[in-house]
């Protein structure tokens, strides 16, 4: 299906100037060159787009030589990345066969099955892609399981795309989908996470978490499944990848699933951290400013407003009234600490630092200074009018009269 549809007017002006010199200049080499996939789809959508494919009936060898500046990226998938004013083009060579209509036969998707030439302004859809996006259809091209088949991470591009596009498999698709779930284990980890990252940050990732948890997929990622409400807690918190992991991954410990789908150790860290101290309310007497104070040090101030974010996500559709109470009461107290002054919850805040300490107590450096400042800090935690160079250090030497660490050994190798 060729068309010249009115609606479809602005796109040729939604092509960057130095893409469409591009394609111009393939044309004028003798080969066929169109844009292709994700960036003639969201141009159908009327959405922006920043990055550019072309397919070309060009060898890459041809590419290359009327491009200089070309980078050959991908040469055994016929890939040459040019760089452009408005950024990197990749340049593939038609797969499957040396027409433009052997190359949309392969693709994964009808809606990514499009190509359009900016040069006529021709939208070459043989697969009905655009009548699929108004319908908010979701279909393979072709047979769904020769498609995944293919590759199998398109499984979790489809899902990745009803997180994003707002749209819902068809049922042979859906199918296709959950007898492709035991060949997720052939497919490269980084891939895998590239494609969960893009989902859990889309505008309706509870919806793409639902299509992997229907067809098997999310079992077979994970060893396991999330807590049975994980689409819709997922959808209520912020879009952060760690926060919206912990969403999902309630129930499970996380640095195993997380560690052999190559997620990086900082987000692995951090979801951890954030399902060790959730749920937030179950962690804190809210009627106890220093219960809630020892809190905010365990978990860390920048933390405390993501794990409320979660855990209100995870009460939203619960009818537990005490629950909604004690976590709106834990809020409060939080706010009223915050709001009674600076927090000494750490080392650094103490009004005396190590070296005070170790003045004070006539000693060296060692463990017991560490101790000192951990007791110090417990100090404030109970009684924050207590942070000041006076008042921590009575509170210090009364605890070296009967601490254990005060030995001859460690009394006067540096002090005063």
């Known amino acids: 299906m060729v068309s010249r549809p009115?609606?479809?007017?602005?796109?040729?002006?939604?092509?960057?100037?130095?893409?469409?010199?591009?394609?111009?200049?393939?044309?004028?080499?003798?080969?066929?060159?169109?844009?292709?996939?994700?960036?003639?789809?969201?141009?159908?959508?009327?959405?922006?787009?920043?990055?550019?494919?072309?397919?070309?009936?060009?060898?890459?060898?041809?590419?290359?030589?009327?491009?200089?500046?070309?980078?050959?990226?991908?040469?055994?998938?016929?890939?040459v990345m040019i760089p452009t004013a408005t950024g990197p083009v990749?340049?593939?060579?038609?797969?499957?066969?040396?027409?433009?209509?052997?190359?949309?036969?392969?693709?994964?998707?009808?809606?990514?099955?499009?190509?359009?030439?900016?040069?006529?302004?021709?939208?070459?859809?043989?697969?009905?892609?655009?009548?699929?996006?108004?319908?908010?259809?979701?279909?393979?091209?072709?047979?769904?399981?020769?498609?995944?088949?293919?590759?199998?991470?398109?499984?979790?591009?489809?899902?990745?795309m009803v997180a994003s596009l707002e749209l819902e498999p068809d049922a042979p698709l859906e199918e296709a989908l959950a007898a492709a779930a035991a060949r997720l284990e052939g497919v490269a980890r980084e891939r895998i996470r590239r494609e969960l990252e893009a989902l859990l940050l889309a505008p309706r990732a509870g919806a793409g978490l639902a299509l992997l948890r229907r067809t098997g997929l999310e079992r077979a990622l994970l060893s396991?499944?999330?807590?049975?409400?994980?689409?819709?807690?997922?959808?209520?918190?912020?879009?952060?990848?760690?926060?919206?992991?912990?969403?999902?991954?309630?129930?499970?410990?996380?640095?195993?699933?997380?560690?052999?789908?190559?997620?990086?150790?900082?987000?692995v860290q951090e979801t951890a951290r954030l399902l060790d101290h959730h749920p937030l309310d179950d962690r804190a007497d809210p009627g106890s400013e220093v219960t809630v104070r020892r809190l905010l040090?365990?978990?860390?101030?920048?933390?405390?407003?993501?794990?409320?974010?979660?855990?209100?996500?995870?009460?939203?559709?619960?009818?537990?009234?005490?629950?909604?109470?004690?976590?709106?009461?834990?809020?409060?107290?939080?706010?009223?600490?915050?709001?009674?002054g600076a927090l000494a919850l750490r080392r650094r805040d103490l009004a005396l630092d190590g070296r005070a300490v170790m003045t004070i107590l006539g000693c060296g450096p060692g463990p017991h200074v560490g101790s000192a400042l951990d007791f110090l800090t417990e100090e404030v935690i109970r009684e924050p009018a207590c942070n000041t160079p006076e008042g921590l250090r009575a509170r210090l030497e009364a605890w070296w009269r009967t601490s254990p660490a005060a030995t001859p050994e460690t009394v006067g190798r540096g002090g005063a």
């Open 6 to 79: 009115s609606a479809f007017h602005g796109a040729t002006d939604a092509v960057p100037a130095p893409v469409r010199l591009l394609l111009a200049r393939l044309l004028a080499g003798g080969h066929e060159a169109v844009l292709v996939g994700g960036c003639v789809r969201d141009l159908v959508r009327g959405a922006r787009v920043t990055d550019f494919d072309v397919a070309t009936s060009a060898p890459p060898e041809a590419v290359l030589a009327l491009f200089p500046r070309a980078i050959p990226i991908g040469l055994h998938h016929g890939t």
């Open 90 to 160: 990749d340049v593939t060579t038609y797969r499957a066969g040396p027409r433009l209509d052997d190359d949309l036969a392969h693709r994964d998707f009808t809606v990514n099955a499009m190509a359009w030439d900016p040069v006529t302004e021709r939208l070459i859809d043989p697969y009905e892609g655009r009548a699929d996006l108004r319908a908010g259809r979701l279909r393979a091209v072709g047979d769904p399981r020769a498609r995944l088949g293919e590759d199998p991470l398109r499984a979790l591009r489809a899902a990745r």
């Open 224 to 267: 396991g499944q999330g807590s049975p409400d994980a689409p819709g807690v997922v959808d209520r918190v912020p879009v952060e990848l760690p926060i919206r992991l912990a969403a999902w991954l309630r129930g499970l410990d996380p640095r195993g699933p997380l560690a052999r789908l190559r997620f990086s150790r900082g987000t």
């Open 297 to 340: 040090r365990r978990v860390g101030e920048e933390r405390v407003g993501a794990l409320f974010a979660l855990r209100e996500a995870e009460l939203a559709e619960t009818p537990d009234a005490a629950a909604h109470a004690r976590l709106a009461a834990l809020r409060e107290t939080v706010a009223r600490v915050r709001r009674s």
